[in-house]
């Protein structure tokens, strides 16, 4: 199985920062990674597919990167709505699997 | 607007048995690529099963493979997890999601979530 670790588990930032996550897999998935947001009581929701394909309706602050083993979710200005937990997900091989999120918290 | 619809989790007894069913709405269901999701209370998300369009696709976890079945009822535009054998490390609440079409299928990915269905697995 494919193993996803995120970093940090969590993190403390302020509106208007810029905020980077970072999901290492344990082997090689090209570019076959999501990254999904949840907010307490809900179910993700989709925000990066294909490591850096923005979903539709999602705002343009929210950008992905990477390829190979190493990924990152960056939103460049905090708003008060991005504080929630992230996962990353490969989808390059079945098990699919989640990293174990990231927590984002208001500073 | 696309709706999937959890029901069947509740409370049930190692060993035993439920049924969960995801109804779908707002698109054409038999087009779609579908996979089971959960999560422990507290917990991160792990992925259950996958299902093709046609149902002649199926993947599972190891942690459920020989337990849980997944299927499809494409005319009644209805998703299925029937799980047997219930441990208590199966206690989550499980999502039904629909995979990706954006110019193209991304079956692995999940643009639609279902809000949840809790199954508890208790003595």
């Known amino acids: 199985d494919i193993q996803m670790t995120q970093s940090p588990s969590s993190v403390s930032a302020s509106v208007g920062d810029r905020v980077t996550i970072t999901c290492r897999a344990s082997q090689g998935i090209s570019s076959w990674l999501a990254w999904y947001q949840q907010k307490p009581g809900k179910a993700p929701n989709l925000l990066i597919y294909?490591?850096?394909s923005l979903q539709s309706g999602v705002p343009s602050r929210f950008s992905g990167s990477g390829s190979g083993t190493d990924f990152t979710l960056t939103i460049s200005s905090l708003q008060p709505e991005d504080f929630a937990t992230y996962y990353c997900?490969?989808?390059?091989?079945?098990?699919?699997?989640f990293g174990q999120g990231t927590r984002l918290e208001i500073k | 607007q696309v709706q999937l619809v959890e029901s069947g989790g509740g409370l049930v007894k190692p060993g035993g048995s439920l049924r969960l069913s995801c109804a779908a709405s707002g698109f054409t269901f038999s087009d779609y690529y579908m996979s089971w999701i959960r999560q422990a209370p507290g917990k991160g998300l792990e992925w259950v099963s996958y299902?093709?369009?046609?149902?002649?696709?199926?993947y599972y976890a190891g942690s459920v493979k020989g337990r849980f079945t997944i299927s499809r009822d494409n005319a009644k535009n209805s998703l299925y997890l029937q799980m047997n054998s219930l441990r208590a490390e199966d206690t989550a609440v499980y999502y039904c999601?629909?995979?990706?079409?954006?110019?193209?299928?991304?079956?692995?990915?999940?643009?639609?979530w279902g809000q949840g269905t809790l199954v508890t697995v208790s003595s």
């Open positions: 299902i093709s369009s046609s149902g002649g696709t199926i």
């Open positions: 999601a629909r995979g990706v079409y954006n110019s193209g299928w991304y079956p692995y990915y999940f643009d639609y």
């Open positions: 997900q490969q989808a390059n091989s079945f098990p699919l699997t």
């Open positions: 294909g490591a850096s």
